[in-house]
């Protein structure tokens, strides 16, 4: 019975809030406006917002030295998360079958294991700087600790449930998504949207500057 | 809460924007920006991790923005920013922050917190939490026209000085002249040669230039104190000055904020586009380079380095003009680890060198410049900000006279030291 | 039914039962008597001697087979049923005793001794000890030790803890989880103990001063043992680590990655290294928790903010300061930020 609601209504209630939450998050930001730049030119600030959006994905070499850590266990973590969420083949059935109606070539079981390891040391390492690191754990909140953590057992779940044929897993661990697609628009993980914006805007105002930034 | 607490709070609610927004959701709280920002650096205080100072907007977004925010406020258990708040926070903002961007260069999500925290110093100043020096200092600004207090009269004794040095007339308020210079309070005080300098680049170059007797002063308290009111009022009376002698140009002179002021805030402050162009000393001097005007003969074989003023390269834009003029006369020039947009600040713009009570945290963070002074053993520093001039020397004094002493020149002094000057005339 | 007066009834009949009784056992047994003294000669089970051949081989003797492989040609693996055994009968009694008898040891040692605190209590000095590298290393490895230490451990005692609370469908998949997560989180933990061996090893070289500390107790008894950066129990722990860890790692890809021909053979010993070494690793690390927690005061510091008390390090590790010393490192160490005062709130006169 638990197994026909995580399938059913509560998917469509977790998308739906995920759905609507961020869309809401995005138009009530654009909403608050931004004043239009009065000053003059000096150089494209679409090409410095493009360029910003890129160019924040590799560390400054001046600041690149003082955070390997967080750079090496997060895109472990990412890249690793991103290979899972997208080429995991339950996940290309489930896409297929709830949402596109068409899939593509899922990864084979080795690189799904090294996209599972890699995520698990990537957000195990990166969680315990933020515990470890006294500027993390001054800002850290518990949004912080509760994205990290469920992502965390998400993805745990995840592993589990397909090694093994007990459906119990396998619900448990759609049961634990959709909570995270409901935790997803009101918290941190907005980033994951977000940055796109914060990037661009920052990248627009400099680069109109000259300012690679 | 007081009233003034009250006014805080309001013009803290008008500083959200799309931008703060886009920022605040997008933050991670990673760490990475306090590993950009020397207050943090020099002191293993994670209370100065720039983001960390923009926690009283984060706070006011959360509570009354957010869902979580607003849920926790209807149950009557949401923390609310105190009076408190503001109090604490004044330090880490004022003291502890030059809004010299670095920090906004290297944060994964592209947040400009340096933004943001001109922002929280509205709130905070409107709420009357700012250092009392600044406030003394902005009350000068809008009474007499200076805040360091620097008379017409004292300008005017200065410039005579300036004349019979270097021989030759400035004339203030000429109509017509295409350019006006400002001046900022340290450089007349402090180093009133950039005048003779500029007289002579500029006669030797056929430049037309004028300096207004309204209104000379190039640094902006208001923005530096974060009170847009003043601030507007400051630009208002460089717009009278230059609309009044209907000048093409205003040249910002060696000051790192004034420039990203007037040339980048100013027309978004005082809401209308500028009646002229601004150019900063650096990029004319090398425009004129370019064009043929600005000769120089022979050159210092010093060792040398360049500190770029964070205002004028990372935040203003201007990084490779010093480093054209500095190749016509420095051939002995090494440039710093970390230089140009991604140099450390000096840890004294945006106010900081105004507030005696930051003077022991100022010379602490110095230590950053000292170690890259250090690294390549220099004879001499240029710069082109008398405000970075000023905290140099004052760094440099603190950590040890038994020093070697290090030079510290200004770059327009520099390159009108080896200035052809007959030869111009001549054309 | 009412009592009888006693033998009233029996008394009535001439024991015609029993002599009944007495004539069936006799024609029962009676056949018997001759079967047991005749010759039984050989009425062999047909398969009998094929089966008792081919178990009491010593050798494992390979026979023809036309799938070729490892331990294709092998009928019978008796081994398999000593490993067995060794794994019921020895292993997992002697596992749980060890386990047993370490935390009891533990406990007692802890209600006679008690906390030991810093001799001459906390000077408010602090001193740097460990890199954040250090403390993430630590803390990644003590994650996933202790994680894999228990779906181990749950793989070794589950059916008898485990079923009675859980019941055998829920143990199945709990336990089919528990070896799946041990699978997939064993690689990292390899991962992390290279890097964590390379990280600590040349602290941990063994010097004649380990030496001494470990024939003075360490000083748990009373008096003083002089150590550096790292004392001998220290070291020892790091080199069980570093050795049993590594063992259990490499035996762990043995007994995961099964496709490279392991023979049986070779899959039982690596699963009784692997077992044995863990369980003995398991025990160690409750001693190594217990010190760096209630054990000693002012350690757990050390791994979780990096610093340590100056009190603390003169008391357990003089030689460590006295380098210090001589480096001119200590003189300035004044509390830190964090201790100075509570975040955002600026406390009257900044200190540099």
């Known amino acids: 019975m638990f197994a026909e609601f995580v399938e059913g209504p509560f998917w469509y209630f977790s998308l739906g809030v995920f759905v609507v939450g961020v869309a809401w998050r995005f138009i009530t930001m654009l909403r608050f406006g931004t004043r239009r730049d009065l000053s003059v030119a000096r150089a494209s600030a679409a090409v410095g917002a493009l360029r910003t959006n890129l160019s924040r994905f590799l560390p400054r070499r001046e600041v690149a030295g003082r955070i390997r850590v967080p750079v090496v266990a997060g895109y472990l973590f990412h890249l690793g998360l991103f290979a899972l969420l997208l080429f995991a083949a339950p996940h290309v059935e489930f896409i297929k079958n709830h949402i596109t109606g068409f899939g593509w070539t899922p990864m084979p079981h080795w690189a799904f294991i090294l996209a599972s390891e890699a995520a698990f040391i990537g957000l195990l390492v990166l969680w315990l700087h933020r515990v470890l690191n006294p500027v993390t754990r001054l800002l850290s909140r518990a949004d912080d600790h509760i994205a990290a953590i469920l992502v965390f057992v998400v993805m745990l779940t995840g592993c589990l449930a397909l090694f093994q044929s007990f459906d119990g897993l396998r619900v448990t661990h759609l049961f634990l998504a959709e909570l995270l697609l409901l935790y997803f628009p009101f918290s941190s993980l907005m980033h994951a949207l977000m940055f796109v914006p914060s990037r661009g805007y920052t990248g627009a105002s400099l680069g109109r500057r000259g300012i690679h930034a | 809460m007081s009233e003034r607490f009250e006014q ?10 799309a931008r ?60 609310t920013l105190t009076e408190q708040d503001f109090a604490d926070w004044e330090e880490l903002v004022y003291d502890g922050c030059t809004m010299c961007g670095r920090c906004s260069m290297v944060c994964p999500v592209g947040i400009d917190i340096a933004y943001m925290i001109r922002k929280v110093k509205e709130g905070l100043a409107a709420a009357g939490y700012s250092p009392d020096d600044l406030k003394s200092a902005a009350q000068r600004a809008v009474e007499i026209g200076s805040p360091m207090g620097v008379t017409l009269a004292t300008l005017q004794a200065t410039i005579s000085v300036q004349e019979k040095e270097c021989g030759i007339p400035i004339t203030m308020d000429r109509e017509g002249a295409d350019y006006l210079c400002l001046f900022s309070s340290g450089e007349i005080v402090g180093f009133p040669e950039f005048i003779g300098s500029i007289a002579r680049i500029f006669k030797a170059a056929d430049v037309s230039w004028t300096i ?13 104190i974060g009170n847009s009111a003043v601030a507007a009022q400051l630009i208002e009376r460089i717009v009278s000055a230059a609309e009044k002698l209907k000048v093409k140009y205003v040249i910002s002179p060696e000051c790192g904020h004034a420039y990203t ?39 210092t074989d010093m060792h040398l380095t360049y500190h ?65 002074l250090d690294e390549i053993g220099v004879e001499a520093v240029v710069t082109a900000c008398s405000n970075c001039r000023h905290t140099w020397e004052d760094g440099l004094e603190a950590y040890g006279p038994e020093e070697d002493v290090v030079e510290l020149i200004g770059l327009t002094e520099l390159v009108a030291r080896y200035l052809v000057e007959d030869e111009s005339r001549a054309r | 039914m009412t009592a009888k007066p006693a033998g009233e009834k029996s008394q009535r009949k001439p024991h015609i039962g029993r002599w009944l009784v007495c004539l069936l056992a006799v024609v029962l047994v009676v056949p018997l008597i001759p079967y047991t003294f005749a010759d039984r000669g050989n009425v062999p089970n047909p398969g009998a001697d094929l089966w008792r051949e081919v178990r009491q081989r010593e050798a494992p003797v390979t026979g023809t087979t036309q799938v070729k492989g490892v331990d294709t040609g092998v009928l019978i693996n008796i081994r398999g049923e000593q490993w067995r055994q060794f794994r019921m009968q020895t292993l997992l009694p002697a596992g749980g005793m060890v386990l047993g008898a370490v935390v009891g040891l533990i406990a007692l040692f802890y209600l006679v001794r008690g906390t030991i605190r810093v001799p001459g209590g906390r000077s408010g000095k602090r001193i740097q000890r460990f890199t ?50 041990h699978n997939l989180f064993g690689p990292l933990f390899f991962v992390v103990l290279v890097l964590l061996v390379i990280n600590f090893i040349r602290s ?11 024939l003075k ?69 409750f001693g190594h928790a217990y010190i760096g927690t209630l054990g000693m005061e002012g350690s757990l510091e050390s791994m979780t903010t990096g610093s340590v008390d100056a009190n603390w390090a003169k008391a357990h590790h003089d030689l460590w300061m006295e380098e210090r010393a001589a480096k001119g490192l200590d003189e300035n160490a004044a509390p830190s930020p964090e201790q100075q005062s509570p975040p955002g709130k600026t406390a009257p006169g900044y200190q540099t």
């Open chain 2, 308 to 372: 770029d003023p964070c205002n004028i390269s990372r935040r203003g834009g201007v990084v490779r003009e010093p480093r054209h003029l500095l190749d016509m006369v420095a051939p002995n020039f090494e440039e710093m680890s970390d230089h140009g947009a991604m140099n450390w600040c000096c840890g004294g713009g945006g106010g900081v060198s105004t507030i005696e009570r930051a003077r022991d945290l100022r010379t602490r963070v110095f230590n950053v410049k000292k170690r890259q």
């Open chain 2, 20 to 79: 703060v927004v886009s920022y605040l959701s997008s933050c991670v709280n990673c760490g990475v920006c306090a590993e950009a920002c020397l207050f943090y650096t020099e002191t293993g205080d994670p209370r100065y991790t720039p983001i960390y100072k923009v926690e009283p907007l984060r706070r006011l977004w959360h509570g009354e923005y957010t869902f979580w925010g607003k849920l926790a406020s209807a149950f009557g258990f949401g923390s």
């Open chain 2, 212 to 224: 207004s007797s309204d209104y000379f002063e190039a640094t902006n308290t208001g923005v530096q």
């Open chain 2, 8 to 17: 805080g709070m309001s013009t803290l609610r008008k500083q959200m924007d």
């Open chain 3, 132 to 181: 954040e590298y250090d403390r993430i290393l630590h803390w990644s490895t003590v994650f996933l030790f202790y994680l894999l230490a228990v779906t181990g451990l749950v793989l070794l005692y589950g059916r008898f803890l485990l079923i009675p609370l859980l019941g055998p469908d829920g143990f199945a998949v709990t336990a089919s989880a528990c070896k799946e997560a």
């Open chain 3, 217 to 285: 107790g360490g000083g748990l008894f009373g008096g003083h043992a002089s150590a550096g950066y790292f004392n001998g129990g220290e070291k020892i722990w790091f080199w069980l680590v570093t050795l049993f860890g590594l063992a259990i790692c490499v035996s762990g890809f043995v007994l995961l990655f099964q496709n490279f021909d392991q023979g049986r053979q070779l899959m039982e010993i690596s699963h009784v290294i692997h077992s044995s070494l863990a369980l003995l690793l398991v025990a160690g690390s």
């Open chain 3, 204 to 214: 941990n070289l063994p010097k004649w001063v380990d030496i001494k500390w470990l």
């Open chain 2, 261 to 299: 002021t007037i040339r980048w805030d100013a027309p978004n402050i005082i809401g209308r586009p500028l009646p002229f162009d601004v150019v900063h000393i650096l990029e004319l001097l090398d425009q004129l380079r370019r064009e043929g005007r600005l000769k120089t003969r022979g050159s």
